[in-house]
């Protein structure tokens, strides 16, 4: 474990790059791409310009007009409320599937805080035998020889953004066709996506495993070659293991009957230094929370961001360098490489305050300094109880029509 030290991360962007480059030598993948810069300016430049009626028609085909706010949602560089306010303002009733969509990224977090660390078990018996191999390299390289897939890692590895229709087509792919143990799958998947989060990834490859629905999800040719415009499908020489119908489909992939119980994944908590008790207090900036417009990190506090070994260590570089354009938006924080505890204890913290979070890791992490949690701004203000929880369209069926602002709406 590396000492702690303080990061001066330059204005300039490609010298930040670069900084970030060497300050993170074991970081793996390319350089972030221009068209990601981070932060809360592009965030609201992508929101303003947002074509919501596009996105009703045609956010299923990997060209459609869909929004790439997550890694900026998921970084807080704009709120969930803020982003649904705005397109709700602009639209109304016609943006449906836009805020849909948000609602979505509400609900796996609800079921986070809810359910915290359970979220990385299964949350049910998977209703399919489902497999516990590995991860191949040719996955992790992007080798597999089938263009569609190895397409799919490529926007992975080199952009850190994959579109939604994808992840579900190489989920899918990586869990039935080729039986990888989905937790496996998971970790693997968030440490190099630009959006990634423990919630929305890991509930959504539980989604599609069916260990947190009530069937597996899997796809045919047919579905793939018609949202994607034949792109992959007209180069490849394979034998398409898509090419059948569901029916046939699912007597291959699922043959056995028996789905077993579900399967506990041990969590591993990185063991951290002792901390004597201090007395200062401190805004502690959490990766959720990266906006200068966050009325926590506008407390005249001192603030501090750390890029922790433990939480951000396996990270690919494009992502650090993603979290860095956010940063370089705050000027007022301080940033730190190291273990977040050291850092807190050696500036004489004895209390945070800070943005709650379901996150375990963060909460464990900060636990030694009587952390004050203040509350994210909330969707909308609604209690939604553990059975509504259990599947999004019970949790949409209440929040909807609130959403919606119409009592008697229902699901898309
Ligand atoms: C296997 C798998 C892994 C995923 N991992 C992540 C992840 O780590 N982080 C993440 O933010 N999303 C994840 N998603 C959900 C979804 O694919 C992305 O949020 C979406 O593709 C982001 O692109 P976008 O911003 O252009 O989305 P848009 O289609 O423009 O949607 C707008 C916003 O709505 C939210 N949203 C839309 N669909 C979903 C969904 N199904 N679940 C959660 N939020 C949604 C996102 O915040 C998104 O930015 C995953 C989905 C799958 C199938």
Redesign the pocket.
Known sequence: MSKPRKLQIPDDRSERLFYIKRMFPQASGPDLKDAWHGGRHEAQRRLSGMDALA?ERN?HFLNGA?????PY??HGCIT?NE?CNSIRAKYGAKAEK?IF??A??D??RQVWYRFGDDILSDMEAAKVMIGHDPLADDIRNGTTGLPCMDGFISDLLTDG????HA??W??AYVLHWRKVDWRAA?DW??EH?L???MA??HL??Q??ASSFSSKPYYFNKESLARYTGEKYCASCTKTCPFDDSYDGLHIKLFPEVIPGSPEQHKVDRPTRPAVSTQTALAVFVHDEMLSAANPIVQQSLHKIFVFDDHLHGKWSLNRLQFMADCLNEMPEVDVWLGDAREVLAERGIGQVITQATPNQEIRAMLAPFSPKWQAEPKLVDVDISSKRLKRFSRYWDKVGPLLMGNAEYRQP
């Open positions: 996105y956010h869909v929004t790439r706010l997550s949602l998921r969930l982003a836009l969509a948000f979505w990224r609900y796996w953004y994959v579109h939604h992840r579900m190489f989920a998971a998947y968030q996506l959006d990634g989060d929305s990834n959504s490859w989604w599609v």
